[in-house]
């Protein structure tokens, strides 16, 4: 569908915890679309080498220096170089292996092992998230960079597993629907659209912005999905949880306020049913839309929390995501599984779990 359909059809039809330092520039005025809104259409990237959370090292500093800048910059540039390195076309399989001491630990597997993918297939941004121009050690901006402990009485991460009749939890492995969304790609995997909004760390971080007098949508390259975020609604009753739940938004001044609700189990980041997530979009600059979030949850976290990057623009514009064309490995990974199982029950050595199990 072209960007001019999806305009029509819909004009038919997010409270983070920033650092004071960082406030958004007072004299930048956005541009203004021709119904009167802030203008932050256009394609956009949020790939960074920041990390959610703070590394230890840094402790509460939440600001790098420039020394620190520069040596992440620079053994970033010097992976990709390494990694962009022709192999061994005798070498064996070895020979397309990466040294495990020099490759970025979140994609290790996707490039670093046999099968995976050259670094030349990655993309998982190449600089030091800056917002209002300070290097960042994390996207958190709670005091330690970390996520708050969960209260007593919180339901554990993760609850809700899918059980077989007799009461087992269920195997990942036992059928199709039980692979995670983003292997199936019916949505893409990590937090890419969100709420709340993070980069993966692997490719496809990019995103289109359209706005409408009734409605945002973002186009999320990873995994084609789309998010609408309906203007001065109401949240919806019907107790139906949607894919990236049911986000409201309405206009502060230059900043678009987005409340999202009815997330699904599947996306509840961490939290509970009676998660609400808060967005907020700021254009502070040409070239940079900031985007704060803040997590409420009283049932999980004793207090909301939060964190914020900037968007940069994308060079370039995003195009269809093709994610299983020619992908023939399930049945193989369930038909292992089940030779696995006539093993077991025949007395055999186990052999080694091809892909792990999250059964425990």
């Not at 692979?179 to 990019?206: D, H, K, Q, T, V």
Request: hydrophobic residues 35%; glycine residues 12%; aromatic residues 8%.
């Amino acid at each position: 569908m072209t960007r001019a359909a999806i305009l029509v059809l819909l004009s038919t039809a997010l409270c983070a915890a920033p650092l004071a330092a960082a406030a958004a520039p007072a004299a930048y005025k956005a541009p203004r679309t021709a119904f009167g809104q802030p203008d932050m259409m256009g394609f956009w990237t949020n790939s960074t080498l920041t990390p959610f959370m703070r590394p230890a090292k840094f402790g509460d500093r939440a600001v790098l220096t420039p020394d620190e800048v520069k040596a992440q910059e620079g053994a970033s540039a010097d992976l990709i170089k390494a990694g962009n390195a022709p192999s061994d076309p005798n070498g064996g399989a070895e020979a397309g292996k990466a040294d495990p001491a020099k490759i970025r630990p979140e994609f290790a597997a996707a490039a670093g092992d046999t099968g995976g993918y050259n670094i030349g297939w990655l993309e998982p941004g190449a600089s030091v998230m800056r917002v209002a121009g300070q290097p960042r050690s994390s996207i958190l901006t709670t005091p330690n960079g970390q996520m708050p402990p969960r209260i007593a009485g919180a339901r554990p991460a993760g609850f809700g597993a899918p059980r077989a009749a007799g009461g087992r939890r269920m195997s990942s492995y036992d059928n199709p629907e039980n692979r995670p969304l983003g292997e199936r790609c019916i949505i893409g995997f990590g937090s890419n659209a969100g709420p709340p909004m993070i980069a993966n760390g692997f490719y496809n971080n990019n995103y289109q912005i359209l706005q409408t007098p009734d409605a945002v949508v973002i186009d999320v390259e990873m995994n084609h999905d789309l998010r609408i975020i309906r203007l001065n609604g109401k949240h919806r009753t019907d107790g139906v949880r949607p894919y990236f739940g049911d986000s409201i938004g309405h206009w502060e001044g230059d900043t678009l306020v987005v409340e999202t609700t009815n997330l699904p189990k599947v996306q509840e980041f961490g939290g509970s049913e009676n998660l609400k997530i808060t967005e907020r979009f700021t254009r502070t600059a040409p070239d940079r839309v900031r985007y704060a979030f803040t997590l409420d949850d009283p049932t999980t976290w004793a207090q909301p929390w939060g964190g914020e990057y900037e968007f940069a623009p994308l060079k370039g514009q995003i195009y269809e995501y093709a994610c299983h064309e020619g992908n023939y490995a399930l049945p193989g990974v369930l038909g292992g599984a089940r030779a696995q199982e006539r093993e077991a029950a025949e007395g055999k050595p186990a052999a080694d779990k091809a892909g792990g199990d999250d059964d425990q």
